[in-house]
């Protein structure tokens, strides 16, 4: 009998629009040419229509929505591994599919490690506003929450070595973790040399790192480059979601060119003389440092760029850290034509090494097989995470806030009042009584949206349509606190046009929406309240 696999994500697989989504998409063409039976399932199909076709068009079953009937789906199939992708998907499904099916191998998808991505960006200050601050308890809740649900999984996918040995270290001995890397089927350019023209810079603006190094590009590289050079050789700022901040900054730069979306990469990356990597923090590796190599293009990149490719500076691509040496590599690489075909020749070689398709799909089935030569792990309520039917963690300290906050409500607002609750989709923080709430943010049918805004004026704007649409109330769980500190610019609009009704140090604060202040704050919005940093 074939095997079967179902793979489930919080959002359908985009691959044209951010690496994520990319690597989801791969994992399950590597698995259908395997010959597995997939089944794909996604909490939130908003917009998507053609990729469950292009799905369907693989033989691939496809779930959009997670419930009843797929449960139904996971007793019926018994299927042999259940690939759950990002660990707070695993957070409150596994103990699910650990009930329905018991001899079904659950494998976290981790595509990064977030605690280690956080815990950059809290300590380092990056984000709006921010300054170089301390891990708080917030942070270490909810890295016992990503660690816990790795340790209950059978074993763990992740993008580098790296990555695998932290997991191993902190959540379950040698062999939880397997390094599956990034892929992507990508020829060389045929443009020679002499035909290439312009920088490029990519990314999913949707992720807040590739803002970050999008402004640090425009604000302190940019400046230092020769103006003839950068006439000669523009600049294209490429990717999904872009944001109006980084649009308004064109004005100011003539040869830089702010793309956004587009259906496709490649004559971009097969036509720009180098690319750029600015990333100042984050984790896993960068699929946009795969993608520019294998298509022969050199690269000038930060240490946080080609983390875990095993590439070297001079060898494969050039690193800077800082503004005048990043600009210095830049000129470098656009105008010495010998050290570019170095770099093209040795980065493509060594990307289809380590990260060619054949090769990855040959980690993937290796990983599949150790998996399923062992017995499944049991269900332990007393020590892991679970979801049960309403998502909600187990963990004392989180369902007692989570208790807190209803109980809040219940004294504080009015029966039937509609509010916004900042979250992480979890469904558990919307049970309030007779107040009627829904995610922040959300999409249009009031689901998770299954990320975060890309920066303040996005979670502005978002705030802004849903008091339009009718909410009355916007709460912030202890947990979401942190918000008030990297969206520096949404706090201040906050202070701003709206009434803090309830302060509750340690368990959640709530803001009136229907009354913006009329002539500028009265009050603080959170008086006493120490922001996490």
Known sequence: ?????????????????????????????????????????????????????????????TYTSMDRALECAIARQQFDVAILTFWYLAEQFLPKIRSL????????????LHFL???????????????????????????????????AADSVLTVSSKEAALVDDLAGGPNLAYVVPDTDDIEPSTVEFEDRKGILFVGNFRHPPNVEAAEYLLGDVVPRLDPAMLAEHPLYIVGNALPDKLGCQQAAWPNVHMVGWVPSLLPYLHRARITVVPLLHGAGTKG????????????????????????QDGEHILVADDPAGFAAHVTSLVCDQGLWHKLARAGRARMLESHGRQSVGERLEQALSVVLARQPKK???ADLVAAGSSGQSLDDGYTRLVRRIAEIV????????????????????????????????????????????ADSAAAIAHLEAQRVA?????????????????????????????????????????????????????????????VPT
């Open 470 to 530: 009718g909410a009355e109330f916007l709460i912030l769980p202890r947990t979401s606190f942190w918000w008030l500190e990297y969206y520096d610019g949404f706090r201040t609009h906050l202070e701003r046009q709206y009434r803090l009704i309830v302060s509750r140090q340690d368990t959640c604060l709530i803001f009136g929406l229907q009354a913006p202040i009329q002539n500028g704050p009265t009050q603080s919005p959170a008086p006493g309240l120490e």
């Open 410 to 453: 219940e004294a504080e607002l009015p029966a039937g009042a509609r509010a916004v609750v900042i979250s992480k989709g979890d469904d558990a923080l919307l049970d309030l009584g007779t107040v009627n709430a829904r995610h922040f943010p959300s999409a249009a049918d009031g689901q998770y949206a299954g990320h975060h805004p």
């Open 288 to 311: 946009k440092v795969i993608q520019a190599l294998m298509a022969g293009t050199p690269t000038v990149a930060s240490s946080i760029g080609i983390e875990g490719l095993g590439i």
């Open 1 to 61: 009998m074939r095997r079967r696999a179902l793979v489930c994500a919080p959002l359908l697989p985009e691959f044209d629009r951010e690496r994520g989504s990319r690597r989801l998409f791969t994992l399950i063409e590597l698995l259908c040419e395997a010959g597995w039976m997939v089944t794909f399932a996604t909490s939130n199909a908003r917009g998507g229509e053609r990729y469950v076709d292009l799905l369907q068009q693989r033989g691939v079953e």
């Open 379 to 381: 269900l332990r309520l």
């Open 101 to 112: 099916s018991p001899q079904t191998r659950v494998i976290v998808e981790s595509v990064d």
């Open 117 to 151: 991505r956080n815990a950059r960006r809290a300590l380092h200050g990056f984000g709006e506003g921010q300054s170089p601050g301390t891990l708080d308890s917030v942070y270490a809740t909810e890295m016992a929450r990503e660690l816990n649900a790795y340790a």
